[in-house]
């Protein structure tokens, strides 16, 4: 799966904050290697995709394994991002 940049992404959904970005969009998909073991999600925000991966070092406003639920309900999340080596990790979630 493909990690699209987020140079260029404008608006509501995609924000610079200091070093990070704010993505703001619905999860689409989850990857996991157990039922509480989110490893990474993708967010569809503006017509783009993102894949985002977890921080195991990171504690989370709720535990990734609740980003099923939104995928389920549609209800947006917004994420904080950090670019390390072309891949993006969620610095934080939060229900939108």
């Known amino acids: 799966m493909g990690i699209l940049a987020l140079t260029g992404c404008g608006g509501d959904a995609a924000s610079e904050t200091g070093g990070s ?6 999860v689409a998909t989850v990857e996991a290697t157990s039922l509480v073991d989110v ?20 504690t989370y406003a709720f535990p990734p394994e609740h980003l099923r639920a939104h995928a389920i309900s549609s209800e947006p999340v917004r994420v904080e ?3 390390r080596s072309g891949d993006l990790y969620a610095l934080s979630l939060e229900d939108a």
Do not use: A, C, K
Not at 39 to 58: C, M, Y
């Open 21 to 26: 970005r704010v993505i703001t969009g619905i």
């Open 39 to 58: 490893e990474s999600f993708t967010v569809r925000s503006d017509g783009e995709t993102f894949e985002i991966l977890i921080d195991p070092d990171v």
């Open 81 to 83: 991002v950090e670019e």
